[in-house]
T-cell receptor, first 111, second 112 residues
Framework: RKEVEQDPGPFNVPEGATVAFNCTYS??????FFWYRQDCRKEPKLLMS???SGNEDGRFTAQLNRASQYISLLIRDSKLSDSATYLC????????????FGTGTRLKVLA | ETGVTQSPTHLIKTRGQQVTLRCSSQ?????VSWYQQALGQGPQFIFQ???????GRGNFPPRFSGLQFPNYSSELNVNALELDDSALYLC???????????FGPGTRLLVL
């Protein structure tokens, strides 16, 4: 089983739709969690950190469920510019801090 | 922009050759991590350097090695290149610990 798993998609949604992605992780001792966005042939860029209390940044909301070991990302009122691959990242603390990436979920917002 | 730079942007090598990739970290960051991203996959952790010492390693063979310099810039060296080494190589800089990492634009390596 992979340490971090995501549905690769693609998720094709119309503009204005709400879309949600989940990401599960296997290491219950994982400490920190992030969502990164990666555009085609570009580097990953931090979208937001994920906290147990949940956090919101404009149209984006991230949640962490430690009991079920998953994180989620909700995008409201999707824009064409939201089309990208969304990578969840879990920081593993097995001896040292390592970023463990999921394979990414591809989102395509359609006009 | 993150302030993390990488060189070269693209590289073509043949099997068996050796390659060196370079990364300059963001000002104020003393930790550099290297990742390999194959097409359609998420980045895979290669190793991390903190204050010029290796501070963690992923499941990569010893022919992947690295260095960090006193100015916190870093090199990734790959010996005896294989076709499967073709990928995007990303470096990321951060402060130590479970902190946000900021990625450079990557080096695309093609091994023929």
């Amino acid at each position: 089983r992979k340490e971090v798993e995501q549905d690769p998609g693609p998720f094709n949604v119309p503009e204005g739709a709400t879309v949600a992605f989940n990401c599960t992780y296997s290491n219950s001792a994982s400490q920190s969690f992030f969502w990164y966005r990666q555009d085609c042939r570009k580097e990953p860029k931090l979208l937001m950190s994920v906290y147990s209390s949940g956090n919101e940044d404009g149209r984006f909301t991230a949640q962490l469920n430690r009991a079920s070991q998953y994180i989620s990302l909700l995008i409201r009122d999707s824009k064409l510019s939201d089309s990208a691959t969304y990578l969840c990242v879990v920081i593993s603390t097995s001896g040292t801090y390592k970023y463990i990436f999921g394979t990414g979920t591809r989102l395509k917002v359609l006009a | 922009e993150t302030g993390v730079t990488q060189s070269p942007t693209h590289l073509i090598k043949t099997r068996g050759q050796q390659v060196t990739l370079r990364c300059s970290s963001q000002s104020g960051h003393n930790t550099v991590s290297w990742y390999q991203q194959a097409l359609g996959q998420g980045p895979q952790f290669i190793f991390q350097y903190y204050r010029e010492e290796e501070n963690g390693r992923g499941n990569f063979p010893p022919r992947f090695s690295g260095l960090q310099f006193p100015n916190y810039s870093s090199e990734l060296n790959v010996n005896a290149l294989e076709l499967d080494d073709s990928a995007l190589y990303l470096c990321a800089s951060s402060s130590p610990g479970p902190e946000t990492q900021y990625f450079g634009p990557g080096t695309r390596l093609l091994v023929l």
